[in-house]
């Protein structure tokens, strides 16, 4: 009995170790033709090397040791690289389901990268055509990536970029993404230096591979995707350069596209901006070491005029005060007032309130200091204006001076014709010298 058992025991053993040896066999024979297969999808041009390959369960995937790709410029290397059986039977393109890599580099003219570990799901290779003029009939695009430990270098920006995870969905040509990041950072050295910081970044319905083709081809950006809807959100965003510049617990923009209109609402919360920062070098002189704040932005932008309305943009400051503007612009370049490609848009109408924190005694004093007088000797000669004004507004507005925590200031601006944003500016700053200019702008001012 026991003699029956020892032979059936080793028969089953052997019928096994046959069995193995033809199934290793078979999956190496399988492995082979699959790697001669993904080489011939890659085209004449590309190297391909490494320095063992071990085939997966029933060759339906291959893991490679010392990889190294090339083509043209591009070089990849990785330690480790797995992937499923290429797929080309339903069209030209080729197909992989599933593509990992261990200490991933990549370096071409356009930068470099590496990667801790990356995987990828639902990849399609670009094809290539034999006339190098001709349009590629399919770019590269990803279902699924995920990664660790990135650091990058982007030559088009002269910057480097680091994240410790990463996740992407939908990159491909025309494609809106969704993007997730943690402990982001980008920085350049060259002049002005920047340091770019956030903890994590969120960005949906963006074309990321034609914002990539962008950056690293100097082609304009102009995806030109399903999507309607865009949404970033930015958690602990900081920018510091020689010195601390800015710093935002959130930054949230949500935004429409339709074919007639372009809306946009955005917000950016405890928002902080150092002196350092262009336009705010007047902080000092008026006792403030930064500014602290909130701003809403909510415009509507339309494209086949260029016309721009503003809904609000308010700017809120617990030791400063709180302006909302709102608005019709025409000349718009974008749906975003706080683009500057907006710098030459032209006002139709635009109205300002203010309700003042604590700036504008601020600024009487340093401007009383200016001239040489007592704050207090200052503010009675602007309250003596008031008296004396024969413009109604100018008489509205001294009486406010006089006492800007009591009421609110209404600012009223519609020129006879549509006025640049940048003269409507430098006009209210000559008011004072020249009060005629009031009627140029159709400046209306009220305190309530």
Same mark, same amino acid.
């Given at each position: 009995?026991?003699?029956?058992?020892?032979?059936?025991?080793?028969?089953?053993?052997?019928?096994?170790?046959?069995?193995?040896?033809?199934?290793?066999?078979?999956?190496?024979?399988?492995?082979?033709?699959?790697?001669?297969?993904?080489?011939?999808?890659?085209?004449?041009?590309?190297?391909?090397?490494?320095?063992?390959?071990?085939?997966?369960?029933?060759?339906?995937?291959?893991?490679?040791?010392?990889?190294?790709?090339?083509?043209?410029?591009?070089?990849?290397?990785?330690?480790?690289?797995?992937?499923?059986?290429?797929?080309?039977?339903?069209?030209? #393109?080729?197909?992989?389901?599933?593509?990992?890599?261990?200490?991933?580099?990549?370096?071409?003219?356009?930068?470099?990268?590496?990667?801790?570990?990356?995987?990828?799901?639902?990849?399609?290779?670009?094809?290539?055509?034999?006339?190098?003029?001709?349009?590629?009939?399919?770019?590269?695009?990803?279902?699924?990536?995920?990664?660790?430990?990135?650091?990058?270098?982007?030559?088009?920006?002269?910057?480097?970029?680091?994240?410790?995870?990463?996740?992407?969905?939908?990159?491909?040509?025309?494609?809106?993404?969704?993007?997730?990041?943690?402990?982001?950072?980008?920085?350049?050295?060259?002049?002005?230096?920047?340091?770019?910081?956030?903890?994590?970044?969120?960005?949906?319905?963006?074309?990321?591979?034609?914002?990539?083709?962008?950056?690293?081809?100097?082609?304009?950006?102009?995806?030109?995707?399903?999507?309607?809807?865009?949404?970033?959100?930015?958690?602990?965003?900081?920018?510091?350069?020689?010195?601390?510049?800015?710093?935002?617990?959130? #930054?949230?923009?949500?935004?429409?596209?339709?074919?007639?209109?372009?809306?946009? #609402?955005?917000?950016?919360?405890?928002?902080?901006?150092?002196?350092?920062?262009?336009?705010?070098?007047?902080?000092?002189?008026?006792?403030?070491?930064?500014?602290?704040?909130?701003?809403?932005?909510?415009?509507?932008?339309?494209?086949?005029?260029?016309?721009?309305?503003?809904?609000?943009?308010?700017?809120?400051?617990?030791?400063?005060?709180?302006?909302?503007?709102?608005?019709?612009?025409?000349?718009?370049?974008?749906?975003?007032?706080?683009?500057?490609?907006?710098?030459?848009?032209?006002?139709?109408?635009?109205?300002?309130?203010?309700?003042?924190?604590?700036?504008?005694?601020?600024?009487?004093?340093?401007?009383?200091?200016?001239?040489?007088?007592?704050?207090?000797?200052?503010?009675?000669?602007?309250?003596?204006?008031?008296?004396?004004?024969?413009?109604?507004?100018?008489?509205?507005?001294?009486?406010?001076?006089?006492?800007?925590?009591?009421?609110?200031?209404?600012?009223?601006?519609?020129?006879?014709?549509?006025?640049?944003?940048?003269?409507?500016?430098?006009?209210?700053?000559?008011?004072?010298?020249?009060?005629?200019?009031?009627?140029?702008?159709?400046?209306?001012?009220?305190?309530?």
């Amino acid at each position: 009995m026991k003699k029956n058992v020892l032979v059936t025991v080793s028969g089953i053993a052997i019928l096994g170790g046959i069995a193995w040896f033809g199934a290793h066999h078979a999956e190496r024979v399988m492995v082979d033709k699959g790697i001669e297969r993904f080489k011939q999808a890659l085209g004449p041009d590309v190297s391909f090397t490494y320095t063992r390959a071990k085939p997966g369960l029933l060759g339906r995937s291959v893991r490679f040791y010392g990889l190294v790709f090339r083509q043209g410029p591009e070089t990849m290397t990785a330690d480790e690289a797995e992937l499923s059986k290429p797929d080309t039977q339903d069209s030209d #393109v080729t197909r992989i389901h599933h593509l990992s890599f261990r200490n991933f580099q990549l370096a071409d003219p356009a930068g470099s990268l590496h990667l801790a570990t990356v995987e990828m799901d639902d990849l399609a290779l670009p094809t290539r055509t034999e006339d190098p003029a001709a349009p590629t009939m399919q770019s590269l695009s990803i279902g699924h990536v995920q990664a660790t430990g990135l650091h990058g270098f982007a030559s088009a920006l002269q910057s480097d970029i680091a994240a410790d995870t990463a996740a992407m969905d939908n990159f491909g040509a025309n494609e809106a993404s969704h993007l997730q990041a943690r402990k982001v950072s980008l920085s350049t050295d060259v002049a002005p230096p920047r340091h770019v910081h956030a903890d994590s970044i969120v960005v949906d319905g963006v074309a990321l591979a034609d914002l990539y083709t962008s950056l690293t081809t100097g082609a304009p950006y102009s995806a030109h995707i399903s999507s309607t809807t865009r949404d970033i959100t930015i958690d602990r965003l900081s920018m510091d350069g020689t010195s601390p510049l800015m710093r935002a617990k959130r #930054v949230l923009s949500h935004a429409t596209h339709t074919d007639a209109t372009e809306q946009e #609402v955005s917000s950016i919360q405890e928002l902080e901006l150092r002196p350092d920062v262009p336009n705010m070098g007047w902080l000092p002189s008026l006792g403030y070491d930064h500014f602290v704040g909130n701003v809403v932005l909510n415009d509507t932008y339309t494209p086949k005029t260029g016309t721009l309305h503003v809904e609000t943009l308010s700017i809120d400051s617990a030791n400063m005060g709180r302006l909302h503007i709102n608005g019709e612009f025409t000349q718009a370049a974008s749906a975003s007032m706080l683009n500057g490609n907006n710098a030459d848009m032209q006002v139709t109408s635009m109205t300002m309130t203010y309700i003042d924190h604590g700036l504008v005694p601020r600024a009487l004093g340093a401007i009383a200091a200016a001239r040489g007088l007592p704050p207090q000797a200052f503010v009675a000669f602007v309250q003596s204006q008031s008296a004396t004004a024969q413009n109604p507004a100018y008489a509205g507005f001294f009486r406010w001076l006089g006492n800007p925590g009591k009421q609110t200031l209404s600012i009223g601006i519609k020129p006879d014709q549509p006025m640049p944003l940048m003269q409507v500016v430098a006009t209210l700053g000559n008011l004072a010298s020249m009060p005629e200019l009031a009627k140029q702008i159709g400046l209306s001012v009220q305190a309530h």
